[in-house]
């Protein structure tokens, strides 16, 4: 079956990097549109960053623009997420998803952004 296992999330202090991986498998990624959405508990899921099949169509939120970028190999069918300049409202759960988001997503991984 259709599978999404994102990985690389964890502890870091304000201003810290990480590099977030989502592995796919069982599914056409490379025909597959990418989003990482991220979730803070009592809110609703917010679309943070996108990708096209071919990666040549990026977009992201304003509250990570600059700071995020998203990009993919489809050879490895990964998608990752860089983020650099974290700050601690960018705490949540993040989650990878194709599109039609929400037919298909990871069990999220965890970023947390504390001294």
């Known amino acids: 079956q259709s599978q999404l296992v994102e990985s690389g999330g964890g502890l870091v202090p304000p201003g810290g990097s990480l590099r977030l991986s989502c592995a796919a498998s069982g599914f056409a990624f490379s025909r597959s549109d990418m989003g990482w959405h991220r979730q803070v508990p009592g809110k609703e899921r917010e679309l943070v960053a996108f990708i096209s099949k071919s990666g040549g169509i990026t977009t992201y939120a304003d509250s990570v623009k600059g700071r995020f970028t998203i990009s993919r190999d489809n050879t490895k069918m990964t998608v990752y997420l860089q983020m650099m300049n974290l700050k601690p409202e960018d705490t949540a759960v993040y989650s990878c998803?194709?599109?039609?988001?929400?037919?298909?997503w990871g069990q999220g991984t965890q970023v947390t952004v504390s001294s």
């Open positions: 998803s194709r599109w039609p988001w929400g037919t298909l």
